[in-house]
């Protein structure tokens, strides 16, 4: 399970997720298990910890 330290980094990494780029720039988050889109980043930099889809 990742956690946060509150020093600007995640240790572990974000399981059953990963994340796609949008067509506005913007990364969205998927949950692996059902497919559907859980989240929209509202900056344009991805999520932590989380694996990108090619």
């Not at 980094?9 to 497919?35: L, N, P």
């Not at 344009?44 to 889809?53: D, L, N, Q, S, Y």
Request: hydrophobic share 20%; glycine share 12%; aromatic share 8%.
């Amino acid at each position: 399970m990742a956690k946060n330290t509150g020093k600007g980094y995640r240790k572990g990494a974000v399981t059953r997720r990963s994340q796609t780029k949008t067509g506005s720039g913007r990364y969205i988050k998927r949950d692996a298990k059902t497919g559907r889109f859980t989240n929209v980043k509202a900056d344009k930099k991805p999520f932590k910890g989380v694996t990108k889809e090619k």
